[in-house]
């Protein structure tokens, strides 16, 4: 029995608040393989193996601490997040599960009523480039993982710099060709359950700290390149100019129009980037990339679709041209249906769904998955106003040692 841990999720989040912290967006800016992203990864491997957890980082860059008795690993129940951020991100989307479930390990070890099977394997997991920030894909750790994306696409993929996937990866000391499906691992586990911040209010509304996940509404990231002409700002009339700025703007205006038509839809254009991107200067090139969300499947893709062709248009009316590539695409994602309603049912929990993607999301097709959120006050995510109460931090620390103390002896 390891010695009582002190640690609380808020203290072991208070011991990372500092690293990756974004002076110019506000928040936290902790992109895949960044110095604070790795700097987070090598608190975690510290703080597991102080735990007498062992740590290994697999070929798709995924760090796994077991709790393995006897070296035995087959049938293990697994929790995990990520450390990623987007830019400008929160302080516990992603990091809350984590720290999380370090405290839960804790309890899971010290206190008898949590014992559950003490021979049974358990491990925490740290999934890479949840946020798709750097490199464009979600999930891209778990879809290595699982399979749900091509070893040779996510090799190639590139970020704002340029360097591709394979590059940032081999320079974390990873081997690229080992990058890709991990069929013998996603067979160890048994259940895999993520602990997550609430990203909406649901649980404010209910005046409630905990909630089981049902659902992960539907959603994909597709990418619109207008091309126009460049040229200068001063010399260049306007009536002669074919200006893809322009289209763009249209564009994003349509977007809202367009999915503002449709129930329950929500479509995003957050970034926009410019070519060359001078003041003074007529881009000849805009790149955007649109986040589309909806629960049926075939409504996004409708919706999409429309955009599309709407893209088509406003770069037309600009003399420019446009095309539309999907990044990436995840369908809508229902919970086990037992395992939510024996978590609910076990903590007195709510059940909530989602418009936030997560690597419980991807692993879900291939293990039985569970997912629990913590109340959020602001309900706000992606933002540096994301927020968690020390109280409810401790209370999801306790809901999943208790889920998994149920799983285990499962
Ligand atoms: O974009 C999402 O929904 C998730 O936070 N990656
Ligand atoms: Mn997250
Ligand atoms: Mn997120
Ligand atoms: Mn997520």
Redesign the pocket.
């Known amino acids: 029995m390891t010695a009582a841990s002190p640690d609380t999720v808020s203290g072991l989040l208070r011991e990372i608040a500092d690293v990756g912290t974004d002076p110019v967006r506000g928040g936290y800016s902790r992109p895949v393989h960044s110095s604070a992203e790795t700097e987070l990864r090598e608190w975690f491997v510290a703080q597991a193996s102080r735990r007498g957890l062992d740590v290994e980082t697999d070929r798709n860059g995924i760090v796994w601490a077991w709790h393995a008795p006897g070296g035995r690993r087959d049938g293990a129940i697994v929790t995990g997040s990520h450390l990623d951020s ?1 830019p400008g991100g929160g302080a516990y ?1 992603g990091p809350l599960g984590v720290a999380s479930a370090l405290v839960a390990f804790d309890r899971l070890a010290e206190r008898a009523d949590l014992h559950g099977a003490a021979d049974r394997p358990r491990a925490i997991a740290v999934f890479p480039e ?3 920030s750097r490199f464009g894909v ?2 891209l750790g778990s879809r290595l993982l699982a399979g749900a994306i091509d070893p040779d696409r996510a090799r190639a993929l590139t970020d704002a710099d340029g360097e591709t996937f394979a590059d940032v990866t081999a320079r974390a000391g990873l081997d690229p060709a080992g990058l890709g499906p991990d069929p013998d691992a996603l067979a160890r586990i048994d259940t895999f359950v993520e602990l997550h911040v609430e ?1 909406g209010r649901g649980l404010v509304d209910l005046d409630r700290p905990i909630a089981v996940a049902s659902s992960i509404l539907g ?1 994909g990231r597709w990418r619109v390149s207008v091309e126009g002409e460049g040229n200068h700002a001063g010399s260049t009339l306007m009536a002669d100019r074919r200006d893809p700025m322009v289209a763009a703007a249209r564009l994003v205006v349509r977007v809202r129009e367009l999915a503002s038509r449709v129930p329950d839809a929500r479509a995003t254009v957050g970034r926009l980037l410019p070519t060359p991107g001078g003041t003074n200067v007529i881009a000849s090139r805009v790149d955007l990339w649109l ?1 589309v969300r909806h629960p049926d499947d075939a409504t996004t893709n409708g919706l999409v679709e429309e955009i599309r062709q709407a893209a088509l248009l406003c770069a037309a009316e600009e003399g420019c041209t446009a095309r539309m590539t999907e990044e990436s695409l995840s369908p809508t994602v229902d919970f086990d249906a037992r395992l939510r309603d024996d978590l609910a049912a076990a903590l007195d929990a709510p059940v909530l769904s989602t ?4 690597d419980a999301g991807v692993l879900k097709d291939h293990v039985r998955t569970a997912m629990l959120f913590v109340r959020n006050p602001t309900g706000v ?2 933002s540096p106003a994301e927020d968690v109460e020390d109280a409810d931090a401790e209370a999801g620390a306790e809901a999943l040692a208790v889920a998994l103390a149920s799983l285990l002896v499962d």
Not at 355 to 358: I, L, P, Y
């Open positions: 987007v989307d949840e946020e798709g979600a999930c990203q959603h986040d418009g936030a993607g997560h995510s992606h």
